[in-house]
């Protein structure tokens, strides 16, 4: 129990997937202008990338390592977490047709979005079991989606500021980026 | 409907004092000076040089920067003077002079200029600074002088010797030694009193109100108090974790900042906890010994959020109306 909480607040703080592991950082910067969207994509990825760490758990221990092809495994990762994200997207645009109109572009992107694969790997590679797979994907889910709102109510809060041109939009976006993850390296050490 | 939920204000009857920015920057400058005296007094003339550099870097930065925009800067505003003094009070005494210059240039430029200038920012510039020192050289702002020693001896703070020696190294600090500043640390974390002495008066002027402060030492004290109930032999006292670090400076100081704390009564309360609350996460759970700096700078990116998801009730105000 105590393992798993701490798993749990491993993922979400001390190695958050976009500020100490830098995964995931387009949605990061794309869609976090507005609070609701930014809300809307944490959740299709929270739901994608908790889905996604079974599966590929699935995948390598069932098929990837009996018929000997682990090193298929980025490609067949990659394939599995499109796919789902294709089913996420038809299930969305019947069930939840604003917030599919909402996300936009973004929906279709989460098929990019290295977090997932990338967290998908990680949990391999730390040989976690299967119940790890899944604490540890939804939980590295909720680090990205703590660090796209915070980072979006920021940026609305942005909007009132005199920020100069040479500045405006992306580059300070950048900025507080940074200063984002420095204040994170704080929870450095919690976990081992 | 967007610009007029923008431009939302207060209703009157609008009261309107004489205090302008520039005269409460120096003020609160003013204020710093029992706090100030006892870091000289304590550490020598490395604490006046240390002082003087920062407070020079920072004006003269912004000075350089206000050359160059088509806006207005008003250098001598007091603000990059008070960011200078709070860095000063952020370092050791003994911090290289290449380093306070690093920490200045990170303070005006990244941690304000960049935003738009006073009253602009999101983040406090001094913790950004800090924050940004403290990562990058860990050893320079680690390795603290003693105060009253001899030249050139350092030691480590009570927090960082609680974090390596763990709770018997520390059987000989008393607690009269933690609140009037006879430990070592950087020069603003050495006297709990007198820098509430100064904050008296911040608070007679409403410059500050009780709400950061009270929740975030509180927070501090209820934390500490309840690990040091479970496990004495591990976990320090209460009145050792607010006393020790920077619990007095940037509950009063830093947390407090006018432009990078909430607006409103509950947002108030909920940044106090947050502040103290990965205080103490830090300094019981996390590498570093002190976690002051890291909370604060957190609880800055929450204020959004806050300002936004706990308004004032105003007068004549109804639920979704």
Redesign the interface.
């Known amino acids: 129990m105590a393992e798993m909480a701490l798993l749990i607040v491993g993922a979400i703080f001390v190695n958050n997937v976009v500020f100490t592991k830098f995964l995931g950082i387009c949605p990061y910067m794309g869609v976090s202008k507005k609070?609701d969207t930014a809300a809307g994509m944490s959740m299709a990825v929270a739901f994608v990338l908790t889905l996604a760490g079974a599966i590929t758990y699935i995948v390598q221990h069932y098929v990837l390592v009996p018929v000997h092809i682990e090193y298929m495994q980025t490609i067949v990762f990659i394939l599995v977490i499109a796919s789902l994200v294709q089913l996420v997207e038809i299930v969305m645009k019947k069930t939840a047709p604003a917030l599919y109109k909402a996300l936009g572009i973004y929906l279709p992107l989460i098929t990019t979005n290295c977090a997932i694969l990338g967290i998908a790997i990680l949990s391999v590679q730390n040989d976690f079991d299967f119940l790890q797979t899944v604490v540890f994907s939804f939980a590295s889910a909720l680090g990205f989606g703590l660090a796209l709102?915070?980072f979006a109510?920021?940026r609305?809060?942005?909007d009132?500021?005199?920020?100069?041109k040479a500045?405006a939009g992306a580059?300070?976006a950048m900025?507080?980026a940074g200063?984002?993850a420095?204040?994170?390296?704080?929870?450095?050490?919690?976990v081992k | 409907m967007e610009v007029n939920r923008l431009l939302l204000m207060d209703s009157s009857p609008l009261g309107r004092d004489g205090d302008s920015t520039k005269k409460i920057m120096y003020t609160v400058i003013l204020t710093l000076l029992p706090a100030l005296t006892v870091s000289v007094w304590m550490f020598g003339w490395n604490a006046v040089r240390v002082l003087a550099l920062t407070s020079i870097f920072t004006v003269a930065v912004e000075a350089l920067i206000a050359r160059f925009v088509s806006y207005r800067i008003d250098f001598m505003d007091g603000s990059a003077l008070l960011t200078g003094i709070l860095l000063a009070m952020n370092v050791p005494a003994n911090a290289p002079w290449w380093m306070l210059l690093v920490g200045a240039l990170v303070a005006v430029v990244i941690g304000k200029q960049v935003f738009g200038g006073l009253g602009q920012n999101m983040f406090n510039p001094a913790l950004v600074a800090r924050v940004f020192l403290l990562i990058s050289f860990p050893v320079e702002m680690t390795s603290w002088p003693l105060p009253g020693a001899v030249d050139g001896t350092t030691g480590a703070t009570p927090l960082g010797l609680l974090k390596t020696e763990g709770l018997g190294a520390l059987a000989g600090t008393h607690l009269t030694d933690l609140a009037l500043g006879q430990v070592g640390g950087s020069l603003g974390e050495v006297s709990a009193l007198a820098l509430l002495l100064g904050a008296l008066v911040l608070f007679y002027k409403k410059y500050i109100t009780w709400e950061i402060p009270v929740t975030f030492i509180g927070t501090v004290f209820v934390i500490a108090a309840v690990f040091n109930g479970i496990n004495p032999q591990t976990y320090a006292g209460p009145l050792f974790h607010i006393f020790t670090g920077g619990v007095f400076l940037g509950a009063l100081y830093m947390a407090t900042d006018m432009v990078t704390s909430p607006l409103t009564f509950k947002g108030k309360l909920l940044f106090g906890f947050g502040c103290g609350f990965f205080t103490m996460l830090i300094r019981l759970f996390g590498s570093f010994p002190e976690g002051v700096s890291f909370a604060i700078l957190l609880m800055n990116a929450v204020v959004p959020l806050l300002d936004k998801y706990f308004p004032d009730k105003r007068f004549g105000m109804v639920k979704n109306g």
């Open positions: 609070l709102v915070l109510g920021i609305e809060a942005l009132l500021r005199q920020v100069p500045f580059p300070i900025i507080i200063i984002l420095m204040a994170f390296m704080g929870f450095a050490g919690m």
